[in-house]
């Protein structure tokens, strides 16, 4: 039976033959189009502008080879503001597991209202983090805050803590901030890979009289790697582009002091207007992800 | 003896857990509580813990003045996208599981999508709209927000799409169905659940999402999170506004969040945990 008579055969055919010739190609066509357009026309036309000299008063479109990217390398706000992002991922990230893995420990063995206790603390994660970032201003306000009032309680009289303000508070407030947003995404993670451990193994190293510690590098670890990998790896790279708890508590200052990368980018790009080197910036950030997550990847690979 | 100690041990799992618990709420707690406080208590040296009487004037005037529009314009942004591309991330995942479209290189190709910065995408992007006209209109919004969320949908869809059994759709093509009906009839409705919990963590994305927004909306369709951020002044904070404005664009969040408690854990962890 031809492709016609089977479309003749059955009325229902109406689409025609050729959608269920190509069937597979046509439905995905319409997602791969819109991924190219959003997702690669960006990367080719950075990769065009960054080579010409547009900017907010030249509209320079003539190519000028390497220049923007040689001004990268003597951008020292460019190069802290990538320092300031490594040190927010270096602190956050191991405070999140670690806070995560406690978190999953309480709450792993059945316990009444254990449900109820684990949909509270997901609220954190669901919030917007630009209106979690705004909740903290609220909370840390020196005047009118409740954090410097319970301080002022344990330390017995008030403490005038300017806490987005003052550089050596500036970083554990914008810290807080996140780490209160995201360890429950790590605890849920955890939690649901620690549930799916070989209790056989756990009971008959405890039979054994193994310290916990050691259980716990030997067959909890090895267990819920895979997992805890995945949600490192997509923790990390959402720190890489941290931007909205910034942004809402401290538009990167005080002058520069917390200013990240994706922050920088945007003053330059929306603030200054300086087309062709934001473009050059953001080249030189993809480049600097990929090469991180194909490391990361491959490192992975071989711990597991 | 024993059955004492057990006792102290849940007793202090409670105590541990109640503190960690009032802990990580006290924030959202605080942020509830001064939308529906007066000015002298929100101004108020010692804070008030709580108020004297609970009132809606913050929120009043968020409707008398209008800004409560940003809500609305936040709703058909972050619905027309999830709806956009649960539609095409669903029927790419099928060709994808079902045809092997592509192989390995396409998934991961679709996965890799997502690990790039926003602010890396949305700067040209910025650059195609003013020359297409699509700053400050919903479609521009709403096309982003789609492309953003298909690599989520596609691979979280993947592995629902999977665990349909293949029969199924066997017998329908065997009884004359053509394909699309097949994909129609059959994958979409069997894989109901997933297609559910895969567009709640969709539309929280875009709902949530601040970026796009700030670079690609002026004053006609901004969305929540950028009229809270106008709040913020050089010099006064117009803290009511921000708290109430906060309010209504979390609550939805945590409806969504409480119908599908069951759901969470895969939809969070794109797919790495089987929940």
Not at chain 2, 10 to 24: C, D, H
Not at chain 2, 54 to 77: E, H, M, R
Not at chain 2, 129 to 134: A, K, N, Q, T
Not at chain 2, 247 to 270: D, E, H, K, N
């Amino acid at each position: 039976m031809t492709a016609q008579a089977a479309a003749a055969s059955h009325p229902a055919h109406a689409r025609g033959p050729f959608l269920e010739r190509n069937f597979k190609y046509v439905i995905v066509a319409p997602a791969i189009f819109v991924l190219l357009l959003v997702g690669l026309f960006p990367l080719i036309y950075s990769l065009i502008v960054s080579f010409q000299g547009l900017g907010m008063i030249e509209q320079d479109t003539s190519f000028q080879g390497l220049l923007n990217y040689k001004t990268l390398f003597h951008d020292a706000r460019l190069w802290e503001s990538i320092g300031h992002t490594l040190i927010f991922t270096a602190v956050a990230l191991p405070i999140e597991l670690a806070l995560g893995l406690l978190l999953a420990h309480l709450f792993l063995e059945k316990m009444p209202g254990r449900a109820i206790f684990i949909a509270l603390l997901t609220l954190p994660t669901m919030i917007s983090p630009i209106v979690s970032g705004a909740t903290w201003r609220l909370l840390f306000d020196h005047h009118f805050g409740p954090i410097n009032q319970i301080i002022a309680w344990f330390a017995g009289h008030q403490v005038p803590i300017i806490w987005i303000i003052n550089p050596t508070t500036v970083y554990p407030a914008i810290l807080i901030c996140e780490i209160w947003q995201w360890t429950p995404f790590m605890f849920l993670i955890l939690l649901a890979a620690l549930s799916n451990v070989d209790k056989s193994l756990l009971e008959a190293a405890e039979l054994d009289g193994a310290p916990y510690l050691t259980v716990f590098r030997r067959i909890v670890l090895p267990a819920i790697w895979p997992v805890m990998s995945v949600a490192l790896l997509i923790r990390g790279l959402d720190l890489m582009r941290l931007f909205d708890i910034v942004w809402a508590l401290t538009r990167g200052g005080p002058g520069t002091m917390t200013e990240t990368v994706s922050v920088y980018t945007y003053l330059e790009g929306f603030e200054q207007f300086e087309v062709s080197y934001t473009a050059a910036i953001a080249f030189l950030v993809i480049f600097l992800l990929t090469v991180a997550v194909m490391w990361l990847l491959k490192r992975m690979e071989i711990a597991r | 003896m024993m059955r004492r100690r057990a006792a102290t041990r849940l007793g202090l799992r409670y105590l541990t857990a109640g503190a960690v618990t009032i802990v990580f709420l006290f924030p959202i707690y605080w942020l509830f509580i001064i939308s529906f406080k007066t000015p002298d208590e929100i101004f108020a040296f010692p804070p008030v813990w709580w108020p004297a009487n609970i009132q809606f004037a913050n929120y009043a005037v968020l409707f008398k003045d209008g800004d409560v529009v940003v809500v609305w314009n936040s709703l058909v942004i972050a619905g027309t996208s999830t709806v956009l591309a649960m539609f095409f991330g669903t029927i790419c995942a099928y060709s994808l599981v079902r045809f092997r479209t592509g192989g390995d290189d396409l998934a991961i190709w679709i996965i890799s999508q997502r690990m790039m910065p926003p602010i890396v995408i949305v700067f040209p992007i910025f650059l195609l709209y003013v020359w297409l006209g699509g700053v400050d209109t919903y479609w521009g919004l709403v096309l982003l927000y789609t492309a953003f969320n298909l690599p989520y949908v596609i691979w979280m869809m993947r592995g629902y799409i999977a665990d349909i059994p293949i029969e199924l759709e066997e017998s329908a093509l065997v009884d004359g169905c053509s394909r699309w009906q097949v994909l129609m009839g059959v994958v979409f409705p069997m894989a109901r659940a997933g297609l559910f919990a895969t567009a709640v963590f969709t539309f929280v994305f875009a709902w949530n999402d601040f970026i796009f927004a700030l670079v690609l909306t002026r004053t006609e369709v901004v969305t929540y999170p950028v009229q809270v951020t106008h709040y913020f002044g050089g010099q006064s904070n117009f803290w009511a506004k921000i708290a109430a404005m906060s309010v209504l664009g979390t609550v939805p969040v945590f409806i969504a969040v409480a119908t599908l408690q069951r759901y969470l854990v895969r939809g969070i962890s794109m797919g790495a945990v089987k929940g």
